[in-house]
């Protein structure tokens, strides 16, 4: 009588070979996840440069008029108009009043980062366009939460974002995937 010799793997070895395939395919998607997170803050940071420059180009605006202070629909980029603080930041688009505030709650700020960023990603008062608005308690500063990552977080807990400060002018990356709140 002839006895074939089938050798098979064992059930220890077949779960140990489960065992190593399944860390392999967590570490990729790891990796993979990671990779998502860094093309979302490099985006992120390259619209805060953009948005920033634009910021500046307003303000050299207002200092080619002679630094005149607190300013009304002043031309800047074509045919459209800003509103400028004392300082010479913008403020907003046809805000109606003469005091420093960022106008008209979430849609002043909506309304600034559309002009500036014409050509760019929109921003909304809600969560419809690239980044949803939102103008800070103190009407001084405003922050656009990014949303195409699919952040659904509110402007506190935002993954990443753009914050713009009237007062001073700075731009700055924000949200918890850069170490600060929105």
Not at 94 to 108: C, E, L, M, P, V
Not at 156 to 175: K, M
Request: overall charge positive; proline content about 2%.
């Amino acid at each position: 009588m002839i006895v074939k010799n089938n050798r098979g793997f064992s059930l220890i070895e077949l779960i140990v070979v489960i065992v190593i395939l399944s860390i392999i395919a967590i570490t990729a998607y790891a990796r993979f996840v990671s990779f998502n997170d860094d093309a979302y803050i490099s985006t992120n940071a390259a619209m805060t440069r953009t948005y920033k420059a634009a910021i500046k180009s307003a303000h050299l605006r207002w200092t080619i008029e002679g630094s005149p202070g607190r300013v009304q629909n002043l031309a800047v980029f074509g045919e459209n108009v800003l509103d400028f603080n004392t300082n010479g930041w913008p403020i907003g688009i046809n805000k109606g009043s003469a005091n420093d505030n960022i106008g008209r709650q979430n849609q002043g700020c909506t309304s600034l980062w559309n002009y500036l960023m014409e050509t760019g990603p929109r921003s909304a008062t809600n969560t419809s366009a690239d980044y949803q608005s939102y103008r800070h308690s103190s009407s001084l500063q405003c922050s656009f939460v990014l949303r195409t990552n699919g952040d659904t977080g509110n402007r506190i807990n935002a993954q990443l974002g753009v914050r713009y400060n009237s007062s001073t002018g700075d731009v700055s990356a924000c949200g918890s995937l850069v170490g600060n709140s929105c």
